[in-house]
Each structure stands twice: as structure tokens, then as C-alpha cells.
């Protein structure tokens, strides 16, 4: 089996910094892609921020220039750093991680249970 661990989520002002991290945990063989996705109240799910096999990396237009992902491959973790936080930014923000167990060669997505983010003054 395979667990994702979030961690990081909490209040911060306007203009304030966050980072988020999520481990995963597991017989893993292999991780393809870790992504962040949000979710605010009453809105559809968005997709925040990608990196990937080889370590390209790819962002959402909203958080361009504001956020960026990064990964420690020893520990199988993903974070994401968020500056210059906006109200708008408030959300429930979940890591999902494409990969391979010992078990199975087909990668499939596994989903941390969420951390939530509140900017607010």
C-alpha cells in the first residue's frame, strides 16, 4: 500500500509565504509526476503546479511567478512553496503522486488527504 502525508497548510496574511509538503510512503518503484491541485468552497477542483520524469516543471496561470514546486527524490517528497499569498489562494490544496509499486508495474494516482490554506488579515 501506498500513503501520501501532507503537511504545511494554515492561516497566513496577504502577501505572507507557505510551504506545503507531501511524503509519500510505501513499495514504491517508481514515481512518474507530483502534482498540487486546490479546491476553495463551492468551486472546482484546479490543478496548482506539476514536476516530472526528468524534472521538467509546469504551473497553472493563476500561481505563475508566485509558487514553485520542487521534489527531494530521496525522500520521495513533494513541496510546494507559495509567496505573495492572496485571499484567493484559500483552498484545500492536495498532492497527487503518479507511480509504481513492487507489486505492479502499471503507475497509477494516489491523493494526500488534503491541507488546508487560509489567507486572511
Known amino acids: 500500500q501506498v500513503q501520501l502525508v501532507e503537511s504545511g497548510g494554515g492561516l497566513v496574511q496577504p502577501g505572507g509565504s507557505l510551504r506545503l509538503s507531501c511524503e509519500a510512503s510505501?513499495?514504491?518503484?517508481?514515481?512518474?509526476?507530483m502534482r498540487w491541485y486546490r479546491q476553495a468552497p463551492g468551486k472546482e477542483r484546479e490543478w496548482v503546479a506539476g514536476?516530472?520524469?526528468?524534472?521538467?516543471?509546469n504551473y497553472g496561470d493563476s500561481v505563475k511567478g508566485r509558487f514553485a514546486i520542487s521534489r527531494d527524490n530521496a525522500k520521495n517528497t513533494v513541496y510546494l512553496q507559495m509567496n505573495s499569498l492572496k485571499p484567493e489562494d484559500t483552498a484545500v490544496y492536495y498532492c497527487?503522486?503518479?507511480?509504481?509499486?513492487?507489486?505492479?508495474?502499471?503507475?497509477?494516482?494516489?491523493w494526500g488527504k488534503g491541507a488546508l490554506v487560509t489567507v486572511s488579515s
Open positions: 510505501g513499495s514504491i518503484s517508481r514515481i512518474n509526476a
Open positions: 514536476i516530472y520524469s526528468g524534472g521538467t516543471i
Open positions: 497527487a503522486v503518479l507511480l509504481s509499486t513492487s507489486s505492479s508495474s502499471l503507475a497509477r494516482d494516489y
